[in-house]
């Protein structure tokens, strides 16, 4: 197991995080389920080598149709510009949006600063959802604002 891995792994358990620690031959993880008031997800702390260089992936975030396609990359645009530290990526061959975040290389203290990231992506996933889902759910948008220009029915 990667020494990142282990030193958030101590910082998890004492702040009573579940979690579990999967290992293969290319990396170590920390996996954490998470349930928020709207959905659940699954949020993963991965070490690929030695350096605490550690990536935060919380894939298949929001699972989507084809015909949600434009509305998901605005959105995910839009939280992007609101939340500039983690990227909503939109996945086109798994129809999903991924929330993605990476530590800075070497960072010290890379315990608590999992924990303090990982309470920042669960909210921040919190007040994304609803956003998705009105998309998924309601009335598809059909025109798109950039500064004073208006587009209408466009495709991305």
Not at 21 to 30: A, G, H, K, L, T
Not at 89 to 94: F, G, I, L, P, T
Not at 130 to 152: C, D, L, S, Y
């Given at each position: 197991?990667?020494?990142?891995?282990?030193?958030?792994?101590?910082?998890?358990?004492?702040?009573?995080?579940?979690?579990?620690?999967?290992?293969?031959?290319?990396?170590?993880?920390?996996?954490?389920?998470?349930?928020?008031?709207?959905?659940?997800?699954?949020?993963?702390?991965?070490?690929?080598?030695?350096?605490?260089?550690?990536?935060?992936?919380?894939?298949?975030f929001?699972?989507?149709?084809?015909?949600?396609?434009?509305?998901?990359?605005?959105i995910?645009?839009?939280?992007?510009d609101?939340?500039?530290?983690?990227?909503?990526?939109?996945?086109?061959?798994?129809?999903?949006?991924?929330?993605?975040?990476?530590?800075?290389?070497?960072?010290?203290?890379?315990?608590?600063?999992?924990?303090?990231?990982?309470?920042?992506?669960?909210?921040?996933?919190?007040?994304?959802?609803?956003?998705?889902?009105?998309?998924?759910?309601?009335?598809?948008?059909?025109?798109?604002?950039?500064?004073?220009?208006?587009?209408?029915?466009?495709?991305?």
């Open positions: 197991m990667y020494p990142a891995i282990e030193e958030i792994a101590e910082v998890f358990k004492e702040k009573s995080v579940v979690f579990h620690i999967q290992e293969n031959d290319e990396n170590s993880r920390i996996v954490a389920s998470v349930i928020v008031d709207y959905t659940s997800f699954t949020v993963y702390f991965i070490a690929n080598d030695e350096n605490n260089d550690i990536a935060v992936r919380i894939p298949h929001v699972r989507f149709k084809p015909q949600n396609h434009r509305d998901m990359i605005r995910s645009n839009r939280m992007n609101k939340y500039r530290f983690c990227k909503f990526s939109v996945n086109d061959e798994s129809e999903s949006v991924s929330i993605e975040y990476d530590f800075a290389g070497k960072t010290d203290n890379i315990g608590e600063a999992a924990e303090e990231i990982f309470r920042r992506v669960m909210q921040i996933a919190e007040e994304a959802y609803p956003e998705f889902m009105r998309a998924i759910w309601g009335k598809q948008e059909t025109q798109q604002t950039i500064g004073n220009v208006v587009f209408h029915d466009f495709e991305v």
